[in-house]
């Protein structure tokens, strides 16, 4: 299996300040194929031999923005207990609802686009009700909670123009932490 040639931009790219435009539809094949190769790529980085082979950091979402296209698009491969994937191609999301109980991961977020070590919790909803829409322009909804949740809050920043640093309070990086629960 070949790694899709991606390019994904660091942190100190301007780009990645900027906030994402809507896409029409239909999505064109040339987009539909990217999709599906970010997908791959992030599978890909969730194996522990390939990731190794071609020096990857692991990584569960993407946004095109990540990869300097400003085009309200990102992709989930969750890897599954059995090794499968959940996969999502989420298109002009929006979330609709979330709960009032916060949560924050433990270890901390990652980013593909952040490489290096970052101190600090990023609050989250646990859980979120999102729209978005498929290829066609079909009106899609799905309900995500804990990992998938704080996943989804994370790529919608990232069309936002917002890096997960940027939601850590510099002066206290734990603030609130005691008010949340850790996943």
């Given at each position: ?7 994904i ?14 896409v ?7 987009t539909?194929?990217?999709c599906?190769d ?24 993407l ?18 207990d ?11 999301p ?47 909804t ?21 890096l ?18 850790e996943?």
């Amino acid at each position: 299996m070949e790694l899709p040639k991606l390019k994904i931009l660091d942190e100190k790219h301007k780009i990645l300040h900027t906030t994402s435009k809507e896409v029409t539809f239909p999505v064109d094949k040339d987009t539909q194929k990217l999709c599906y190769d970010m997908i791959k790529y992030l599978e890909m980085s969730q194996d522990e031999k390939i990731a190794e082979k071609y020096n990857l950091r692991a990584g569960m979402g993407l946004a095109f923005i990540q990869l300097g296209i400003p085009k309200r698009i990102f992709v989930i491969a969750n890897e599954m207990d059995d090794g499968t994937f959940d996969e999502h191609i989420i298109i002009n999301p929006k979330i609709v609802s979330q709960s009032e109980e916060m949560i924050y991961v433990g270890e901390g977020e990652g980013c593909l686009s952040v490489n290096r070590e970052v101190e600090g919790i990023v609050p989250r909803n646990a859980r979120i009700n999102l729209e978005y829409y498929d290829f066609e322009g079909n009106k899609k909804t799905i309900r995500a909670r804990e990992d998938l949740s704080v996943a989804f809050q994370h790529e919608i920043d990232h069309l936002n123009g917002i890096l997960f640093v940027d939601r850590i309070d510099k002066k206290n990086p734990y603030k609130d932490q005691d008010k949340m629960r850790e996943l």
